[in-house]
């Protein structure tokens, strides 16, 4: 990676654009070749899902201007949204002289839950469970032994005794290091294989055996600092402060504040072949956690008067198996991210986040969002009244100036035109 800072990147070209982030990542003309091109084809889709008939297509686009923990990165991000990746470019170039993002993370473990109805002592249940919890991760990991031989498997056995209105029922997590993997496959084939066992030390019947999303144990966070003389002053610092007070106490504000996050992170998942449903199910249940949906986001002054963002959540993605791997153009981007590992992975994911998010709430601090938003979708209404080439943009451009952005002044706009 030679620079992820490349001025006037998004005037250029989309082939310019694609030439220079190959030269960057050091990809082959094959992998720029995937990129480029439909990247997927009907045969290499016909074995990854059933019923195939086609394939549906979404933009890829790269975040610039990414600093993360002293490496400058390019973000590939996939999504049909305008104005997301433009955005958390901007965010990304703002926290730059604050000296970008700083992540942590903790270790890639997975919940795997075992449900056991009919036991007539659960809580007793539940204690000859956790008595005989190393037998029980002894068994599990002989499930996976290359997961173990790479310093994963079973580092933990949790019970509790959950009431329901089918009355008590005792809950067995398993907790599994999954190393570089999502887990799913692991933890579930471990779950199953454990149910006559649990059968055996409960005398209850067990029904469900399978992951859990919520990856509570596997956490990325992020934390930059935006200067106030970067992000418009005094001013709006206390303004995000403000938003952010907000969004931390109130569910209806929190969900479209998250849902600004999830923005940045779905896009960066879903560009790398990973799972988007897990990522979203995870995040949306970890800000629900103490039983208040609140934002996964803070932000508040220091003594300088900055801004200082912070952002954790649950980030359940794997850099071995599924599309990661068959996905010709999903390899591809996770050359031009240049990580090593999941937790890397899960880093960036925590740092986009943080810096999508910066950017949705400085625009409402300070011009409103639609503005940004609503010229990057004039384009987009002037392609759909039949808008090519240089009408795209002039049409556009029209209807921004004017505040009327729709299809019939689209198509008066290109009658004038003709």
Known sequence: MKTSRIAGFYKLPAADRLRMVAENAGLSEEEAGAIGGS??????????????????????????????DGREVLVPMATEEPSVIAAASNGARMAVAGGGFVTSSTRPVMRALIQVTGVDDPFGARLSILARSEEIAARANEKD????RYGGGVVGVEAKVVETRKG????VHLLVDCRDAM????????????????EEI?????????????????LARARAVFKAEE???????????????????DPYRAATHNKGIMNGVTAVTMASGNDTRAIEAGAHSYAA???TYRSLSVYEKNRDGDLVGSIELPVAVGTVGGATRVHPVARANMKILGIKSADDLGRIL??????????ALRALATEGIQRGHMSLHARNVAVEAGARGDQIEAVAAKMAAEKKINLDRARELLSEMK
């Open 39 to 68: 990247g997927l084809s009907l045969s290499q889709a016909d074995k990854m899902v059933e019923n195939v008939v086609g394939l549906f297509q979404v933009p890829l686009g790269i975040a610039t201007n990414f600093v993360i």
């Open 145 to 148: 032994p290359m997961l173990v």
């Open 168 to 171: 008590p029922m005792v809950v």
């Open 202 to 218: 409960t005398g209850g019947k067990v029904r469900l055996r399978i992951i859990s999303n919520l990856a509570d144990l596997r």
């Open 231 to 249: 992000i418009g002053g005094p001013e709006v610092v206390d303004a995000i402060v403000l938003a952010s007070a907000l969004a931390e106490s």
């Open 350 to 359: 925590a740092s986009v986040g943080l810096a999508q998010n910066f950017a």
């Open 183 to 198: 887990g799913a496959n692991a933890v579930n084939t471990m779950a199953e294989a454990l149910a006559p066992f649990i």
């Open 289 to 291: 956690r103490d039983g």
